[in-house]
């Protein structure tokens, strides 16, 4: 049995969510971005994804920093990266399966 809260696993798994946030972390999934490039390249608004920004981070998935007057979003580590490719390759697998449920709760 895993060591780790559950209700700790379905916070971390909240950060992804929300298609806004699975768009901001494929958007820096190889590079770090100003919000003002992922507003542009997801074509959002700059609140809401602010939001979402303040949601990855709070969940750790992403890290900012500050340079001058422009933040820069990066993902937190390897290991998201490598997790968000994850899910890239078993969806490959699965995407029949996953196109098809009539249990998906929006």
Known sequence: MSTIDLDLKVKFLHGFSH???IQILDCIKHEEKA???IVKEIEGNQSNISQHLACLKGCGLIVGRQEGKYVYYSLSNQKVRDLLTMFEDVLVDIQTDVSCCENHIS
Request: hydrophobic letters at 35%; glycine letters at 0%; zero cysteines.
């Open 35 to 37: 919000v003002s490039q």
């Open 19 to 21: 298609r806004v946030r």
